[in-house]
């Protein structure tokens, strides 16, 4: 058996599920991750990797399916890569994230006895999504708006044929039927040959009050009929502002991409609370407004302000954070990387009357450190990094000079479960930790956690 090779096809019972979201089975002691299978599926594979400790398959056929596994609602799910986990039922899928919250603390944190609570699920687990980006594809003739198949450049969901994603909001999928039409009447212009000049095409709504943002990524900053384009798609549902943003090339932060506003304001407003928000094409907003509210309820509930506290939000991004917790605080200091989001982040302050709040624009891993060294230490951080977590330098700064307590916002339990280790054994108690499905249908799981210094 040592000798298998890709290709071969096999036969196993599946365990469990990964951290995203394949089915984990075993074949004579090997480790092998089989995706779209389920717990108690018996499954036909095809091998398609092979390394010393495990195997990567590709489902052929299920024998007998597992009592978790229900019918995906959408026909292309198979096919798609913007849900992972549609053939589980979703109170299955809120045990999985609730396990994997768990299990992420244990075995990479080293962390045993955490509190985790029950995550928060929705009541709708679909149509959520208040942004997407759109791949353009030049395919049997016509310009396609669609989402990549997993792993690949391909489109696995086409808008023309699929009319539906099931979990972005109804009128942005309406939106974006009316926008394909709209870019094929302009084909010819948008087109180098057979390469289209559109690279994405990314709608943002704005749920509250129903402004709609259309961000058209080209590979120009300008092309034939641009003005045409953008006057017919400022006619075009509620879209409020049109902005054309540089493609952004592989391995550069999304924000490396020059906007240009082709028709409205270049930004959209939205409301959190009594909390109005200014939102521009680069800036970061959470997807799902109903979860982002249930999460910022806890995270303003782990802060325990009383209004004497001085408080950092660190990775603040618009000043979504910083602007919820500011009416209980006594000064919030925002620090974001980038300009835009501390352009929008100042306004949207201006636009609450809020001030006890200031922004800086740096990098948290040099700012942080230099405010704890020069003695500004805050009485309550709010930690909300990117996915790949915090530098360690941030870590480092924090086992310094302890904070009393720390809130953690997290979009994926591994990195979280590193860091809290760290700090675990640098002084800090890991109090409580409370995940929230942000990303119904799909393996992603946003998690607060709440910290003292021992």
């Given at each position: 058996m040592a000798g298998i090779q890709p290709g071969e096809q096999v036969v196993l019972e599946v365990e469990n599920l990964s951290h995203s979201g394949e089915g984990v089975g075993r074949w004579q002691g090997r480790v092998v991750f089989?995706?779209?299978?389920?717990?108690?599926?018996?499954?036909?594979?095809?091998?398609?990797?092979?390394?010393?400790?495990?195997?990567?398959?590709?489902?052929?056929?299920?024998l007998v399916p597992g009592p978790a596994r229900c019918r995906p609602r959408c026909p292309s799910f198979a096919r798609c890569g913007g849900c992972h986990v549609q053939h589980l039922p979703y109170d299955y899928q809120l045990q999985y994230k609730t396990r994997l919250v768990r299990d992420s603390l244990e075995r990479i944190g080293r962390l045993t006895g955490v509190k985790v609570l029950p995550i928060l699920g929705m009541d709708n687990p679909w149509h959520y999504r208040n942004?997407?980006?759109?791949?353009?594809?030049?395919?049997?003739?016509?310009?396609?708006?669609?989402?990549?198949?997993?792993?690949?450049?391909?489109?696995?969901?086409?808008?023309?044929?699929?009319?539906?994603?099931?979990?972005?909001?109804?009128e942005l999928n309406n939106l974006a039927l009316r926008i394909e039409c709209l870019l094929n009447k302009y084909r010819e212009s948008l087109l180098d040959g057979f390469k289209t000049l559109l690279s994405y095409v990314t709608l943002r709504k704005a749920v509250a009050t129903g402004e709609t943002m259309v961000v058209l990524a080209t590979t120009k900053d300008r092309w034939p009929r641009q003005e045409e384009l953008a006057g017919e798609l400022a006619g075009t549902g509620r879209v409020t502002t049109v902005v054309q943003q540089t493609a952004v090339l592989p391995g550069r932060e999304p924000d490396d991409g020059r906007t240009r506003t082709l028709y409205g304001r270049g930004y959209i407003t939205d409301r959190l609370g009594d909390l109005v928000f200014r939102i521009s094409a680069a800036s970061f907003?959470?997807?799902?407004?109903?979860?982002?509210?249930?999460?910022?309820?806890?995270?303003?509930?782990?802060?325990?302000?009383?209004?004497?506290?001085?408080?950092?939000?660190?990775?603040?991004?618009?000043?979504?954070?910083?602007?919820?917790?500011?009416?209980?605080?006594?000064?919030?200091?925002?620090?974001?990387?980038?300009?835009?989001?501390?352009?929008?982040?100042?306004?949207?302050?201006?636009?609450n009357n809020l001030n006890n709040v200031s922004f800086v624009r740096g990098a948290v891993e040099k700012l942080l450190p230099r405010l704890f060294d020069r003695g500004d230490g805050p009485d309550v951080l709010v930690l909300d990094p990117p996915r790949r977590g915090c530098h360690r330098s941030v870590l480092e700064a924090l086992a310094r000079y302890p904070v009393p307590r720390v809130v953690y916002?997290?979009?994926?339990?591994?990195?979280?479960?590193?860091?809290?280790?760290?700090?675990?054994?640098?002084?800090?108690?890991?109090?409580?930790?409370?995940?929230?499905?942000?990303?119904?249908?799909?393996?992603?799981?946003?998690?607060?956690?709440?910290?003292?210094?021992?």
């Open positions: 089989v995706p779209l299978a389920v717990p108690g599926d018996r499954v036909r594979v095809t091998v398609v990797e092979v390394k010393k400790k495990y195997l990567r398959a590709r489902l052929e056929e299920v942004k997407v980006r759109f791949h353009v594809a030049y395919r049997e003739g016509r310009l396609a708006l669609g989402l990549y198949a997993p792993g690949s450049h391909v489109l696995g969901h086409w808008m023309a044929r699929d009319a539906v994603c099931h979990i972005l909001d109804g907003y959470q997807v799902n407004p109903v979860q982002t509210r249930a999460l910022y309820e806890k995270v303003r509930e782990y802060a325990g302000l009383t209004g004497m506290e001085n408080v950092v939000d660190a990775y603040c991004g618009v000043g979504t954070i910083a602007l919820f917790l500011a009416r209980q605080a006594r000064e919030v200091l925002g620090v974001e990387v980038s300009p835009r989001a501390v352009a929008d982040a100042r306004q949207n302050a201006r636009l916002v997290s979009c994926d339990p591994g990195t979280l479960a590193r860091d809290l280790g760290f700090l675990a054994g640098h002084g800090y108690r890991v109090v409580e930790v409370q995940p929230v499905d942000m990303f119904p249908q799909t393996y992603h799981v946003e998690c607060c956690c709440l910290l003292t210094s021992i």
